[in-house]
């Protein structure tokens, strides 16, 4: 059984910043892709960025471009979003997602954390 926990969601002035964890624990093998998406109401799920499996290519929403940075750390199986520059449209329900392999490559889903970029 593998589990993605996030955390560092919150309320956020407009301008400020947030920084979300999301740890991978359980039989893993290894992590391939690590990926954030995020949910608005009304609104269908979309990528807002990924990391190879080594770090070293990323993507990005055009959205967020310039104001956040994936990251992760594999020797503790974790993955970062760190968002500056926020704004009241990157509110949403922020998921993490990893290709994880086990006894197969499998897709799982963290629960999600809420980010409200309000005055």
């Known amino acids: 059984q593998v589990q993605l926990v996030e955390s560092g969601g919150g309320l956020v002035q407009p301008g400020g910043s947030l920084r979300l964890s999301c740890a991978a624990s359980?039989?893993?093998?290894?992590?391939?892709?690590m990926g954030w998406y995020r949910q608005a109401p009304g609104k269908e799920r979309e990528l807002v960025a990924a990391?190879?499996?080594?770090?070293?290519?990323?993507n990005y929403a055009d959205s967020v471009k310039g104001r956040f940075t994936i990251s992760r750390d594999n020797a503790k199986n974790t993955v970062y979003l760190q968002m500056n520059s926020l704004k009241p449209e990157d509110t949403a329900v922020y998921y993490c997602?990893?290709?994880?392999?086990?006894?197969?490559?499998?897709?799982?889903w963290g629960q999600g954390t809420q980010v409200t970029v309000s005055s």
């Open positions: 997602n990893a290709k994880v392999v086990t006894d197969g490559v499998y897709d799982y």
């Open positions: 990391i190879a499996p080594r770090g070293g290519s990323t």
């Open positions: 359980g039989s893993i093998f290894s992590i391939g892709y």
